[in-house]
Structure formats: structure tokens, C-alpha cells
């Protein structure tokens, strides 16, 4: 069919010196380069927002959404994007902001007070601003698509972001301070911005790109940050009680702290108790989360031969290596895992006289996934079997912290008891903080116990599953702290698209593809967590999956433009059969598969639906009158999904499928009925 023109911008991009192509592909990696940026660099700098950053992605499709609907219908360059990227720095850096976590039925980790404005309040401001700086490059690759045949331009849409993705992941492994990702910003706004006239374009777009580049060097240069995959982390050699200590905050929280092995054994008993809850010598030691080696070193000095070491950030452990006064990971009976804790006893034959869960609170999310956090996955049922199949004859499991509420010292116990089948011992250091320590022998005889553990309380939830693996939520119901912001960013989305995109009857034609956006991002988000509990949370593995999706999503635009695939009536069938399948694996089946064959079953169940969903969208797609419009539609549609996917904290990851089962159904059922029945 032939394409609706769309009228040629003229404030500069009429004679851009790039091609459509090559620009359509910078734009498209820049868009999601900023998102991951942005993502990061605000979840460090705006304190415990790390545990919200899923409100900045869903900010970010609310902008590329709206920057889609925006082409044709301004011939302005969007010289807004840089200028509120630049305020946004400045906000962020001059006005430090504490985000308020307090909120009944779930349970953040800080060692912080609270204080600053409410989640409710803060959270739909920083969702704005992400939107307005995205709209910006959404807006460039939006004014692309009318240049060339639709799916040749998603095509190149989707090369672009695969390389935003591997630009962005080669930064995190080289631990490159957030000053490059300001300059790279900043070398995308000169290229793709035409400067006319010079002037303007002096004022909108150079000055805003020093300004955030000369901020971020200073917050380099200043903070003497270590950036890892996961945390802004600083350091502050401190003195307690006569003895020199390095005191480690991440994302500006007060996280952990390397002291002498002797004199934390002197303050806290709880570290030390582990070992006079076994009933033998443990000579076999593992530790998961290590951090900064003060465990490892009390392991080694409570007689240890082996241990093995397991961390997920490198930089914790670097600063282990250099700063920790016992040097614990220069003994030769250290060995050193970084990777996740639940991925390490997947993928590990070894045994031990003692695993010990060593305070492994992460303070951020899955990037992705809106309520799994680095360790949700350590603390299910099937994670305490996994660990209990680890124990030599005679061994012992224990894990300790400061869990601030009894009923998750009953339910941690309550999980054990049932992963292990006995009561375990469970000793209440502090009642303050509810510093508790919870051991398991292999068997009950494994194990001495200072008392008898009465049981978990009345009301006390239900051990975590790895379906659902929200720990930390008391209820099976989505918090209020979630549903009001959630709601306020709703309503805000409303009228943005309204104010940007005019009468929503404007996106009516494509409502089935608003419902295939929103199906996409659950099958997304299942996508994430599914290979996040099979092959770790690590960043490596997240990042692996996210351009995992882009792949199969171009292999699905590929396989439309070159062959002539079924009907949509049967690429649904094909889908539902893909829902199908994905619910009826399960994840136990997965993970008594070798990693290899693992991989495989698991690339195949999780990427067949994603595959069949967008060979409906490509040919969709392909058939509508307006690009920028349609597809503004989708990514509207996945922002909601976004949102929606909150919805797992009642129904657990599986449950998704069922949610998008829904809405793909419901979009077969909005498509045009000349649609229906063309190949």
C-alpha cells in the first residue's frame, strides 16, 4: 500500500546532513541510551528512589509515546528535551531529595531516617520530567518513520535500540562514571538537532549540554564515587570506639561497613551466633553476600579451610580487596563468585558445612521489573530446598539481619521450617530492630537451638514463593503507596496525551494495537523475572534479556517483510498457543535442566509469544494509514502495561499470562474486520 506523506519539517531537518537511515538509527539508540541513563542516574542520586525506578521507565514510554503523537504536529525541533534534562540535573544534584518509603504492608531497607516528600507526591514529578526528556528523541525517531516504508523503519527503530542497549551495557562493565553518559547525550543532541538558527540553537542545546556535562564531572570529581552495574557507592573512613573503620553507602544509603573481624564478632553477637547454633566444626564454608569480606574473615577466623566467597556487585567486592583491614580476600582458602546468590547454588555441584546468608538486602530493583529487588529470589521456599540440598551430612543454613518486623522473622522461620522440615532456631538479638538470626540443621539433630521456636504468630504470611517472591509485602494486595501514584501518573498520562496529541479519537482506529502494547510489556516483564530466577539478577543477565527481546522482536519484522507469513487470526492462534505453553512449563522443570539445555527451553518458552505478538503488530502495522500514530498508540499502550504489571504482587509472575492472554484477546477482537481476514 502506499504511505501517508507527512508534511517535511522545516526548522532544519529538511536538510539534515544525515541520512534518513543512519539518523533514524542514532535517534533510535539514543532514545533508549537516555532511558537507561536516566533510569540510573536518578535511582543514585534521589535517595531510595532505587526502589521506584520503575516509575522512570514508565515515564520513559509516556514520552516516547507522546513524541511519536507530537510528529506532524509541530515543525519545531525539540529543543525542550535538553533544556528540562539540564534542570533536572540541576534539581537533582542542588536540591538533594529524599524519597518518603513509609507505607503500610511492605518493607523498604535503609538505615536512613525518613523524611522528604511522600513516594505519592515525589514520584509522579520525577515521571514527568523523564517524560518531557524523552519526548524529545522519541520525537526525531518518529520523524523518521514517515520517510520510509514501515516496517523497513521499525527495522532500523529496533537495530538502534539494540545498540543504545550494548552502548549502555559497555559503560556499566567499564564502570564509566555518569560525566560519558552526559557527553554522549550531549554529542547526540548536537548531531540530531540541526542548529538553525545558530542562536537558538546555541541557547536550547549547548548550553544545556555543558551545563549537565560540567555537573556530572563535578559530581565525578567531588563525590569519589565507584560506579557499579547496580550503585552509586561512596566510601568515608570513619573512626567507632578507637578502631578505623571504611563505612559504605550506596545510592547515598548507609549499606554496609568493613571492620575487623574480632571487634564486630565484640559488637554484634548475631555474627557469631551461626556457628554455635551447628553441631560441628563447619569447614566448608558459603557465604552469599559477601560485600566487603567482614563475614568471610569472621568464617576464616572461626576456623574455616574453604570458602567460597559469592557477591553480585564487583565494586562491593573490590572495595573488600582494598579496603578491609583482615584482607580476607587475599587468603588462599577464599574463592571469589561474582553472580547472583540464588544462580551460584542453581549452578553449583559443591556442598558445605555451612551456608550463611549474610545480610544480602539489596537496595534497588531488577531493571524492568517493578517489585523484584536483587535478593527476592534468595528468600522463596524453592530457594531454602536449593540450599538445603547443598549441606554436607552434619550441615547447617543460616541467615541473619535487622528484619524490623516479627512477622518476617516468623515467616523467614516458617519458610525454613518448611523447606527443611523441622523448626529451626531462631534467636531475636535486638527486639529494636528485630536483628534476628534463623539456623537449620540438615536435620534437627544438626542444629542447638538456645530455646525452642514457638511457631510463627497468628497472621503471619505465607512463605515466598518464586512466583511470588515479594518477600517484603505482608499482604497478597497491591499497597496503597503504589495505587495512588500509579493513579496520579494515570491521570497525568491522560491529559498529556490529550494536550500533546489532541482528541483521543485521533487513536481510535488503532486501539488493538494499544491493547498489543500494553500484552507486550507483561510478556516483557515475565520475560525479565523468568530469566532472572534461571540465570541470576545480575546486570549481565538483564541486559542479555532486554536485547534478547529486541532480537526476537526484529526477527519477527524480518520474517514479516521477507516471507509471507498466516493470516492475524492464525498468528493469534500461534500466540495463544505460545501463553499456552509458557503457563504450563514449570520453572522447576527449568531449573533441573544443565544451564545449556536450560537456556535453550527457556529462550524458546519465554521468546515464542514475544515472537508471534509482534508478527501481529508488524503486520498490522504495515496496513495502517498513519505510522507515527499507530505506533504512538503501542507505546502508550505499554507504559499502561507498565502499570499493570503491579498486578503480580497479587497474582503472582504467572498470573500475567493470564492478564495478557486477556488482552491479546481483546485486541483480536478490535481489529479491523478487513484486517481480520488479510495474511
Not at 582494598?322 to 580476607?328: G, K
Amino acid at each position: 500500500m502506499t504511505l501517508q506523506a507527512q508534511k517535511p519539517v522545516d526548522d532544519g531537518e529538511k536538510t539534515h546532513w544525515l541520512a534518513v537511515r543512519p539518523r533514524l538509527v542514532l535517534a533510535s539508540a539514543f532514545m533508549l541510551f537516555l532511558e537507561l541513563a536516566l533510569i540510573r542516574w536518578t535511582g543514585s542520586n534521589i535517595v531510595h528512589l532505587s526502589y521506584f525506578t520503575n516509575f522512570v521507565l514508565l515515564g520513559s514510554f509516556l514520552g516516547i509515546g507522546l513524541g511519536f503523537l507530537r510528529v506532524g504536529r509541530s515543525n519545531r525541533q525539540p529543543y525542550y528535551s535538553p533544556v528540562v534534562l539540564a534542570l533536572l540535573v540541576i534539581v537533582v544534584l542542588a536540591f538533594p531529595v529524599t524519597v518518603d518509603r513509609d507505607t503500610e504492608g511492605v518493607l523498604y531497607w535503609t538505615s536512613l531516617s525518613t523524611s522528604g516528600p511522600p513516594a505519592w507526591a515525589i514520584l509522579p514529578v520525577v515521571f514527568c520530567a523523564a517524560a518531557i526528556v524523552l519526548m524529545g528523541p522519541a520525537e526525531l525517531v518518529g520523524r523518521c518513520f514517515p520517510e520510509l516504508p514501515r516496517l523497513e523503519a521499525y527495522r532500523y527503530d529496533l537495530i538502534g535500540s539494540l545498540t543504545g542497549i550494548a552502548a549502555f551495557t559497555l559503560l556499566s562493565f567499564l564502570s564509566a562514571p555518569p560525566v560519558f553518559w552526559g557527553l554522549i547525550a550531549a554529542g547526540c543532541y548536537a548531531v540530531l538537532l540541526v542548529p538553525r538558527p545558530p542562536a537558538l540553537y546555541a541557547g536550547l542545546v549547548v548550553v544545556p549540554a555543558v551545563a549537565v556535562i560540567g555537573l556530572l564531572l563535578a559530581e565525578t570529581v567531588t563525590a569519589g564515587a565507584l560506579w557499579s552495574p547496580y550503585y552509586k557507592v561512596t566510601t568515608k573512613p570513619l573512626v567507632l570506639a578507637g578502631v578505623p573503620v571504611t563505612d559504605i553507602a550506596v545510592n547515598g544509603i548507609p549499606h554496609q561497613q568493613a571492620v575487623p573481624a574480632e571487634v564486630r564478632l565484640q559488637w554484634e553477637a548475631q555474627y557469631g551466633l551461626p556457628y554455635e547454633r551447628t553441631t560441628k566444626q563447619p569447614k566448608d564454608v558459603l557465604i552469599v553476600g559477601a560485600g566487603s569480606g567482614t563475614d568471610v574473615a569472621i568464617a576464616l577466623s572461626k576456623g574455616a579451610t574453604r570458602v567460597d566467597a559469592v557477591e553480585i556487585d564487583p565494586k562491593l567486592r573490590e572495595l573488600g580487596g582494598s579496603t578491609h583491614p583482615d584482607r580476607p580476600y587475599d587468603d588462599p582458602r577464599v574463592t571469589t563468585h561474582i553472580t547472583d546468590g540464588r544462580a551460584f547454588l542453581e549452578r553449583s555441584g559443591d556442598t558445605y558445612d555451612l551456608i550463611l546468608f549474610a545480610l544480602p538486602d539489596s537496595l534497588t530493583l531488577v531493571s524492568g521489573a517493578s517489585s523484584l529487588r536483587l535478593e527476592s529470589y534468595l528468600f522463596t521456599e524453592e530457594a531454602m530446598r536449593a540450599a538445603r540440598a547443598h549441606l554436607k551430612p552434619g550441615g547447617t543454613f543460616s541467615m541473619y539481619n535487622y528484619y524490623r518486623e516479627s512477622w518476617l522473622v516468623d515467616r523467614l522461620a516458617a519458610t525454613m521450617q518448611r523447606a527443611f522440615g523441622h523448626a529451626p532456631c531462631v534467636d531475636v538479638v535486638s527486639t529494636a530492630g528485630q536483628q534476628a538470626v534463623i539456623t537449620a540443621g540438615l536435620t534437627a539433630a544438626d542444629q542447638r537451638c538456645a530455646t525452642e521456636w514457638p511457631g510463627a504468630a497468628p497472621g503471619t504470611p505465607e512463605p515466598a514463593g518464586d512466583d511470588r517472591p515479594f518477600l517484603y509485602l505482608k499482604d497478597a494486595t497491591i499497597p496503597p503507596i503504589y495505587v495512588i501514584t500509579l493513579g496520579l501518573i494515570l491521570v497525568v498520562s491522560l491529559l498529556a496525551v490529550r494536550a500533546v496529541a489532541g482528541p483521543y479519537r485521533r487513536m481510535r482506529p488503532y486501539a488493538d494495537l494499544f491493547l498489543l502494547g500494553v500484552g507486550f510489556m507483561l510478556l516483557e516483564t515475565k520475560s525479565v523475572t523468568g530469566f532472572a530466577l534461571l540465570f541470576g539478577t545480575t546486570w549481565v543477565v538483564n541486559a542479555i534479556v532486554f536485547a534478547g527481546v529486541l532480537v526476537a522482536v526484529l526477527c519477527a519484522v524480518e520474517v514479516t517483510r521477507r516471507f509471507r507469513t498466516p493470516p492475524l487470526p492464525v498468528m493469534y492462534a500461534v500466540l495463544f498457543a505460545g501463553l499456552l505453553l509458557a503457563w504450563l512449563v514449570p520453572n522447576e522443570w527449568l531449573l533441573a535442566l544443565p544451564v545449556p539445555l536450560r537456556a535453550v527451553a527457556a529462550v524458546t518458552v519465554a521468546f515464542l509469544p514475544i515472537f508471534a505478538a509482534n508478527v501481529i503488530f508488524a503486520k498490522r502495522f504495515a496496513d495502517t494509514a498513519d505510522a507515527t500514530t499507530s505506533f504512538g498508540a503501542n507505546l502508550l499502550g505499554a507504559m499502561v502495561g507498565g502499570c499493570l504489571e503491579y498486578v503480580a504482587l497479587v497474582v503472582g509472575y504467572k498470573g500475567l499470562l493470564i492478564v495478557a492472554a486477556v488482552l491479546y484477546l481483546g485486541a483480536l477482537v478490535l481489529l479491523p474486520r478487513r484486517n481480520s481476514v488479510t495474511a
